[in-house]
């Protein structure tokens, strides 16, 4: 089977580019996949063949035309084509190597290369596009996107890379960075190639390998390592549990007067309550029924033992001045919880929930 890609773009000549050399000009070559463009252009209206308009509601640049596109994409891809349909976008997900080896397990891709400021909204859902981003910067087209995503796609197809082994080794393809390569000469400017690798030690150098692996991406991608399973613990956050007295009114307090959602409530006494980013837990402290659901067993350590109001906890914002002018004037400010720079360099003000538990906003400002 073909590997079949159809590119949807303003500028045709800059395909196939740098895929028409090395490894994806010779499975072009050979046949293994092939690149047809269709020129936007042709889809055009009026006497200059215009595919772009400015956007509504003002601002700069242009907008690329929704039924222009449609008619160009409905042209390269039917309703019996099962390839994804993809637009370049820098809004769109994050290319990785396992949507890369997903892709060249298909039958092709049909890529729309945007330009200007980007596409009508409607064409996206209207023709079912998938974004596609290749990273946190902005091109000025889609067209470098597409063959960037095209050269990763290409080079797994079967038979394109000549050692098969090379295409499961590479970085990302395990969830780490790989390790460090060296070649001949063993001693190059007084620098050795680690003897380890020329030891003929197979047990050992893949150990070796294994841990420089392991090493660089802890050290460059603290992201990637933690998705390793049997990685190094990691901490992350502290959420704040809080007790409360009445659930039901802590529920109601947190959410109408601090704008947190309650994600989670039980019968048992136990509330999860989330504002943007930040967790925060609610528990029904001193509870009775409780106790008596206990069956008049002795409770040696529970909700009793605690007593609402004497915890507190710290929310970062940004944004802690537009806060404190929200509530400042509210009866929930603790008597001495006015907005100041602390010493230590935040900026906060704290407030008090009905049962006394303290609740800092701060700001690194
Ligand atoms: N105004 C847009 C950027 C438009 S750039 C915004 O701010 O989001 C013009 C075109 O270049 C886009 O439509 C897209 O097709 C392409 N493009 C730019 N950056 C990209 C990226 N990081 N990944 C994929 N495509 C990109």
């Known amino acids: 089977m073909t590997f079949r890609a159809s590119i949807i773009t303003l500028y045709p000549e800059m395909f196939p580019g740098p895929l028409g050399m090395s490894l994806a000009g010779n499975a072009l070559e050979r046949g293994d996949c092939s690149i047809e463009t269709c020129h936007l252009r042709e889809f055009g209206t009026g006497k200059h063949r215009n595919v772009d308009d400015t956007p509504a509601g003002g601002g700069a640049g242009m907008v690329l035309k929704p039924d222009v596109l449609a008619n160009a994409i409905d042209s390269v891809s039917g309703a019996a084509d099962n390839r994804p349909r993809l637009l370049m976008s820098p809004r769109g997900k994050p290319l990785t190597q396992t949507m890369v080896r997903e892709f060249s397990q298909g039958e092709g891709l049909v890529i729309v ?30 067209e470098p996107a597409a063959l960037v995503l095209l050269d990763a796609v290409i080079r797994l197809l079967p038979g394109v890379m000549g050692n098969d082994q090379s295409g499961t080794h590479e ?103 989330r504002w943007q980013a930040v967790e925060l837990h609610l528990w029904l402290a001193n509870d009775e029924s409780w106790r008596e659901r206990q069956k008049g067993v002795p409770v040696q350590s529970g909700a009793e033992s605690f007593i609402a109001g004497t915890h507190s906890c710290r929310i970062m914002v940004s944004g802690v001045e537009a806060l404190w002018e929200k509530y400042r004037n509210t009866d929930m400010i603790h008597p001495k919880g006015h907005l100041e720079k602390k010493p230590w360099g935040s900026t906060e003000f704290a407030i008090l929930d009905p049962w006394g538990n303290l609740i800092t906003f701060h700001e690194w400002l």
């Not at 380890?196 to 050992?204: D, E, F, I, R, Y």
Request: glycine share 12%; with cysteine.
């Open 113 to 142: 290369c945007g330009r200007f400021e980007g596409v009508d909204e409607r064409v996206i859902g209207a023709r079912n596009l998938t974004e596609i981003s290749i990273g946190d910067y902005i091109l000025s087209g889609g």
């Open 171 to 273: 970085s990302f393809e395990n969830g780490l960075l790989e390790h460090p390569h060296y070649t001949r000469p063993q001693i190059w400017e007084e620098r050795e190639i680690p003897p380890v690798l020329t030891s003929g030690n197979h047990g050992a150098i893949e150990k070796w390998q294994r841990e420089q692996s392991e090493r660089l991406t802890a050290e460059r991608r603290p992201d990637l390592a933690e998705k390793i399973p049997g990685s190094d613990p990691r901490a992350r956050e502290i959420i704040p549990a809080l007790p409360v007295t009445n659930l039901g009114q802590g529920v109601d307090f947190y959410r109408e007067r601090l704008g947190f959602e309650c994600i989670y409530r039980d019968e048992g006494g136990y509330a999860v309550m």
